[in-house]
């Protein structure tokens, strides 16, 4: 038999691909790759599932500490946020998650690997462009985007096989990991509706404030008050300190790859405050010209990520410079929680480069004299003076 390797989340897509391509004569190694969001209770669903499906094997594969290490770590140090309010939660998963098959499958020399994609999202962009550049002489089977099925002629499908199973689709589609957790609803396929609370998974229980200081060396997170631990456990470890607040939740509307206008909620709490503490503690930490080229890389870089182009040598040119940018990035950002919101109230750096020595400003200044700021103001305007003098009737 042919070894297929699947692309596998349990739900109705993957488990119609999982049945039908069982029924063809492969052998599916149903595959699962952990970004953050199962439980261990409900792998071992998935795994009877898959099984009771028709897969040959089933594995998840526990990619956390790659997906920071190749991604989100990257998108910190760039303070992505995609139209400057979606911290890139499920794009960023895909990639890593596309990258993690393709290891597997040429490790059991399958010959095809497939996914439950359709043919009207950006998924499929993104799985099919890493297969296709990583493994090109795989094919690539995509059962529900090439057959245009519906839910119910899946469900149809599932049931004549004798998987009396409960399908139903869920109000909310809820698709959580390490860097937020997606929320789609009826709500989202409007332009005027907001989503409700129910549908965002963590609900309002702390109603008083808290304070935390954020530790950073050199750019990255490595603790929360006095724990300290690795970044992704920091990472995981403050998602569950907000979440009693409600943090972190938004709408964002984008261009999707294939170039229709898409809308989708999210609740990204722990991305959102590290990245503005980040922002922070950087905004003291670097140059005036770090900080602006950094921020014409970082859009850029999480443009193309978004895009499905991570594989694009430009972008370890760029995660080259995001990493060297951070060399001073080392600190303290306190941070104070309130319902649905939280605010930053300051940093403690041995590179800080705000000194009073130097001066304070609108205060007083010490590093040059009343003269000097004339003759540096006069020298600062000459261009100006010169553009206006010539061109006096415009």
């Given amino acids: 038999m042919k070894k297929l390797v699947l692309a596998y989340s349990g739900g109705l897509d993957t488990s119609y691909c999982l049945r039908q391509l069982s029924q063809e004569g492969y052998a599916i190694h149903a595959i699962s790759i952990n970004t953050g969001g199962f439980s261990d209770t409900e792998v071992i669903e998935m795994e009877k599932r898959a099984y009771a ?3 040959t094997h089933f594995q998840n594969i526990d990619a956390l ?4 290490d190749r991604i989100v770590q990257y998108l910190l140090y760039g303070n992505v946020l995609r139209n400057g309010t979606y911290p890139l939660s499920v794009s960023a998963e895909r990639i890593i998650q596309g990258m993690e098959i393709i290891a597997y499958a040429q490790q059991i020399d399958a ?6 994609s359709t043919g009207a999202g950006n998924d499929q962009v993104r799985f099919d462009m890493i297969f296709q550049i990583l493994a090109p002489d795989m094919d690539i089977i995509t059962p529900i985007r090439d057959q245009q099925l519906s839910r ?3 469900i149809t499908y599932l049931q004549k096989e004798g998987f009396q199973m409960s399908w139903e689709k869920a109000q909310y589609s809820i698709n959580k990991g390490l860097w937020g957790t997606s929320v789609g609803g009826t709500e989202t396929l409007t332009s005027d509706q907001a989503l409700p609370e129910k549908a965002y998974p963590s609900q309002l229980i702390k109603k008083d404030s808290e304070s935390l200081t954020l530790h950073f060396e050199k750019g990255a997170p490595v603790g929360i008050n006095s724990h300290f631990s690795k970044p992704v456990s920091i990472i995981q470890a403050l998602a569950e300190i907000a979440a009693p607040y409600a943090i972190g939740r938004d709408v964002h509307v984008g261009d999707t790859i294939v ?4 809308r989708v909620g999210f609740e990204a709490a722990a991305p959102l405050i590290l990245i503005k503490a980040h922002q922070l503690l950087e905004k003291h930490t670097l140059s005036k010209w770090q900080q602006f080229q950094k921020d014409q890389m970082a859009q850029f870089y999480g443009m193309q990520l978004h895009e499905g182009h991570y594989l694009d040598p430009v972008m370890r040119d760029i995660e080259a410079f995001l990493q060297s940018s951070q060399d001073k990035v080392t600190g303290q950002v306190k941070v104070k929680l309130h319902p649905y919101r939280f605010e930053l109230e300051g940093i403690v750096s041995s590179h800080d480069l705000m000194q009073t020595q130097f001066g304070s ?3 007083m200044n010490k590093a040059w004299s009343a003269a000097e700021a004339k003759g540096f103001i006069k020298i600062l305007a000459t261009s100006n003076k010169i553009y206006h003098t010539v061109n006096k009737e415009s």
Avoid: P, R, V
């Fill in 53 to 55: 499906l028709g897969a």
């Fill in 152 to 154: 119910q002629q899946e």
């Fill in 111 to 116: 010959t095809a690997i497939a996914h439950g």
């Fill in 65 to 68: 500490d790659n997906y920071y």
């Fill in 259 to 262: 170039g229709i206008k898409g």
């Fill in 361 to 363: 400003y609108g205060e």
